[in-house]
């Protein structure tokens, strides 16, 4: 994948979002990575409008757990969007694979199944500097992303 940074977006591109309500699940895993995720993704939000009582936060222990984390908070919330934040960084196992796929496909699962939006917030890196990098650093921050796509999405709706 290009390297674009992942925080660069145009501001005038965005709908606004003062009465959305969003949920965020955040995984345990690489706590030091997933909290500077969560930060990026709430920072965002509010930027664009979201009030902070409207940003539903939920922590789930590992990555895998992302989607029954969503799939809960869509069934138990009234919310317009749901991000999921983690990060799977390689280890030198097949688990890593074995994680991104199952997230991977149960996200998916949850944008077919759901009538909200669910935004693939999963870093998947090779090892912790990548992970920073994408987490604030030199590439921006996933979190970011995922709030802007987030807010994109509920206006497709
Ligand atoms: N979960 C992560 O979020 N990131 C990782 O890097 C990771 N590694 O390396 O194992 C990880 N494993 C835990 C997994 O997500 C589940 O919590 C666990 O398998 C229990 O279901």
């Known amino acids: 994948m290009a390297t674009t940074n992942l925080s660069a977006y145009n501001p005038e591109n965005i709908p606004d979002a003062g009465n959305k309500k969003f ?11 997933t909290g500077a995720l969560l930060s990026g993704a709430k920072t965002t939000l509010l930027k664009h409008g979201v009030k902070e009582e409207n940003i539903l936060i939920q922590y789930v222990p590992g990555s895998f757990e992302l ?34 796929q199952g997230v991977t496909q149960g996200i998916t699962a949850l944008n077919i199944q759901y009538k909200i939006p669910f935004i693939f917030g999963l870093l998947t890196t090779d090892n912790e500097q990548q992970a920073l990098d994408r987490a604030g650093g030199i590439h921006g921050n996933k979190g970011d992303e995922a709030a802007i796509t987030a807010i994109k999405m509920t206006n497709i709706l």
């Open 67 to 100: 989607t029954f984390g969503a799939k809960a908070m869509a069934e138990q919330e009234s919310v317009d969007a749901i991000i999921t934040l983690g990060c799977v960084i390689r280890g030198g196992t097949p688990h890593f694979e074995y994680v991104c």
């Open 23 to 33: 949920g965020i699940i955040v995984s345990e895993w690489n706590n030091k990575i």
